[in-house]
């Protein structure tokens, strides 16, 4: 599936798709000792592989227990893990030219759904907001693995249909707002420097933690909404209140509109 986001980089030469860690563990052993093996490996993460859990020789000491912990962001992590500098530019997204898709020409991409459970924020609450969003005359349009909105407004698209991560990309490039949680899709919003409000709360020992690099350092871009209540803060992002994630919405809204002054 990934493949797809990285076989159109320029400078990506050849993909091999590695099914198992014990079938990575064998080609290892019949590569050239001239060929230099940059090692992205998080350190005790268990794999699909009943008992397997794949280690970095190189950065023993970093896992996902405190992964960040080093300067927080996913690209400072694994540069550090694969033992060069740490990286901190805004990451790149090469889209491929035929991934056009007929939307209005402003529009708000919605993406409800993280793979962990516990990113995911209420479902009647996403609803409530949305509804909010369309009484501002504002499109949404939802992209992911399933629908969250359930709405028969005009202003509501549902594009969880589409697979294509190209197509989904482009969806978010062309938005004027990207609405989500911390998964894959924020990072694809952040490559393309889209204008942001993320919804976040603490992730396993990390009470506040920016997994991006880049545009989502900066204030300019990105809105993180929080649980104002300190006790649901350790729990889930579900104490976080519609009204603040609206108020964040309409602030960041305000903000496009002087730009394109």
């Not at 924020?121 to 992209?143: D, G, P, S, T």
């Not at 694809?188 to 976040?200: P, R, S, T, Y």
């Not at 519609?242 to 309409?250: L, N, Q, R, T």
């Amino acid at each position: 599936m990934y493949q797809e986001v990285v076989k159109y980089n320029p400078f990506v030469d050849y993909i091999l798709d590695v099914p198992n860690p014990d079938k990575w563990e064998c080609i290892k052993k019949q590569l050239s000792k001239n060929i230099k093996i940059v090692n992205l490996q998080v350190g005790h993460r268990i794999e699909n592989v009943p008992g397997t859990a794949l280690e970095n020789d190189v950065r023993r000491y970093m896992n996902v227990c405190n992964m960040y912990s080093f300067d927080n962001s996913i690209l400072s992590s694994f540069s550090q893990y694969s033992a060069i500098p740490s990286l901190k530019m805004t990451p790149k997204f090469y889209l491929r030219d035929d991934v056009n898709e007929n939307l209005p020409h402003s529009y708000i991409v919605f993406h409800c759904c993280s793979n962990e459970n516990r990113k995911n924020w209420k479902q009647n609450k996403w609803n409530i907001l949305a509804e909010k969003i369309f009484e501002q005359k504002k499109y949404v349009v939802e992209v992911g693995v399933k629908s969250v909105i359930n709405s028969n407004s005009k202003y509501y698209i549902n594009k969880t249909n589409l697979r294509d991560l190209h197509k989904i990309a482009n969806v978010i490039k062309n938005s004027t707002l990207f609405l989500g949680v911390d998964s894959s899709f924020s990072h694809f919003a952040n490559a393309f420097e889209k204008q942001a409000v993320l919804i976040f709360w603490s992730y396993g020992l990390f009470k506040i933690y920016n997994p991006y690099s880049g545009a989502y350092r900066n204030q300019n871009f990105v809105t993180f909404v929080y649980p104002i209540d300190v006790h649901e803060f350790y729990k889930s992002s579900k104490g976080v209140q519609v009204c603040d994630v609206f108020k964040a919405i309409m602030g960041r809204l305000q903000r496009i509109s002087v730009l394109l002054c």
